[in-house]
């Protein structure tokens, strides 16, 4: 039997990736979860797969951050209908953009960076499954530290936790991370 030619049972592997940029659009706004937000963009992938000219993963992923900047601009607006104010208003879609740009600056190693788009969105899906898969305050102290760029100790007093914790849980997690990302067999 042939594959099909429409993205649909592939999108669960962006989950992560899309969670991750959905999350770090979000940060602590009370009342928007992130899960809920990527569930939709998915739901909705999946219902307009066949309209999808995508066939790359590159163009994927592309794809849904359009879906998923569309679905956290409704959520947004819904929630500040009444607060609204021009001035202080950004493109989500930009925000998701550089979002994304900023996951694969993590996975840049000494030396050249790759030459491809597609590699650096095929990076950046990966390190989103990598992430996901730690532990959640190492997931916390890497997100806060290397996205957010808090200090250790902003990082400690945010996570309840002293520098030298802090310090353990970035030590490990990046180690844990990067093993992740050069074992092809670890999934999430």
Same mark, same amino acid.
């Given at each position: 039997m042939n594959e099909p030619e429409h993205p649909g049972p592939d999108l669960a592997r962006f989950r992560s990736y899309l969670h991750l940029?959905?999350?770090l659009q979000l940060g602590d706004r009370p009342?928007?979860?992130?899960?809920?937000?990527?569930?939709?963009?998915?739901?909705?992938?999946?219902r307009e797969r066949t309209?999808? /000219? *995508?066939?790359? =993963?590159a163009e994927r992923a592309a794809w849904l951050r359009r879906m998923l900047a569309n679905n956290l601009a409704d959520a947004l607006r819904a929630r500040? /209908? *009444?607060?609204? =104010?021009?001035?202080?208003?950004?493109?989500?879609?930009a925000a998701l953009g550089e979002s994304s740009a900023q996951i694969?600056?993590?996975?840049?190693?000494?030396?050249p960076s790759p030459s491809q788009e597609a590699d650096k969105h095929e990076q950046a899906v990966r390190l989103a499954t990598a992430l996901a898969g730690l532990p959640e305050a190492e997931r916390e102290a890497l997100v806060l530290q290397h996205?957010?760029?808090?200090?250790?100790?902003q990082i400690g007093e945010r996570l309840g936790r002293t520098p030298a914790a802090i310090g353990g849980l970035l030590k490990r997690g990046l180690?844990?991370?990067?093993?992740?990302m050069t074992d092809p067999t670890t999934e999430s």
């Open positions: 940029l959905a999350r009342g928007l979860d992130p899960s809920d937000l990527v569930q939709q963009t998915l739901l909705e992938a999946h309209d999808c /000219r *995508a066939r790359t =993963d500040t /209908r *009444a607060k609204r =104010d021009i001035a202080r208003e950004v493109s989500i879609d694969g600056l993590w996975v840049a190693a000494p030396g996205w957010h760029g808090l200090t250790v100790a180690k844990r991370l990067r093993e992740r």
